[in-house]
């Protein structure tokens, strides 16, 4: 195979790749703007939700390392607990509070972060089985996967990009569902600004 054809090969399954997860304006309110997209075989949507926010990478950085903290900006935890740290990857036990009547969740979340030339940060999330045991009455979410991204827009202005693609487990009412992708990129990101912002750009 010729490295012509093999470019244009990869040009093109990129392409379709992108086609495929095709992202739509929902809401833009108060500076937060929330995109969903459909997800292949899943009854359930994916989203993103972006914003700027007045605080440096690394201020933002430090909010999500602080599990105690993140757990309080981050919409639907209850709990959240560290488990392993090797190199640039972490793991987490998360359990969720939903609202009523979905019934509470746990998952194992791997967090592989990635700090490139440019001081943006990358933190890819994914579900991951094992290292907690079943706990009686926690439902466990095996299927999620999402992205955070910050990028400097400034000396201390950051654009957040929030994103997951989740599959809840058990029954959720359409409702629900359809509430959760709204509320979880809005409140997360109006909740992290309100805190980062109080920080003054220093970080905690």
């Known amino acids: 195979m010729s490295l012509r054809f093999a470019l244009c090969a990869l040009l093109a399954v990129s392409t379709c790749a992108s086609a495929a997860e095709s992202w739509h304006l929902v809401q833009d309110d108060d500076g937060i703007q929330v995109y969903l997209s459909d997800v292949p075989g899943s009854r359930y949507q994916q989203f993103r939700g972006v914003a700027l926010i ?3 990478v690394p ?8 599990l105690r903290v ?3 900006w981050l919409y639907g935890c209850a709990d959240m607990r560290l488990l392993k740290v090797d190199g640039d990857s972490t793991w987490v036990y998360l359990t969720t509070a939903l609202p009523w009547p979905a019934s ?3 998952m194992v979340i791997q967090v592989q972060s990635e700090r490139r030339d440019d001081g943006s940060l990358v933190r890819r999330l994914k579900a991951v089985p094992g290292m907690v045991k079943h706990v009686p009455g926690q439902i466990r979410v095996r299927q999620l996967k999402g992205l ?3 990028v400097p827009k400034g000396e201390q202005l950051t654009e957040v990009t929030y994103e997951l693609q989740a599959d809840p487990a058990g029954d959720i ?5 359809n509430q959760f992708v709204l509320d979880a990129p809005v409140i997360s990101l109006r909740t992290l600004r309100a805190v980062a912002e109080r920080q003054g750009g ?3």
């Not at 201020?59 to 602080?66: A, I, R, V, W």
């Not at 009412?173 to 569902?177: E, G």
Request: hydrophobic content about 40%; overall charge neutral.
């Open 173 to 177: 009412p359409s409702w629900l569902a």
């Open 202 to 204: 220093a970080a905690p």
């Open 54 to 56: 007045k605080a440096s």
């Open 148 to 150: 955070w991204t910050f």
């Open 70 to 72: 993140a757990c309080k």
């Open 59 to 66: 201020t933002l950085s430090d909010l999500q390392e602080n």
């Open 104 to 106: 509470t969740r746990d």
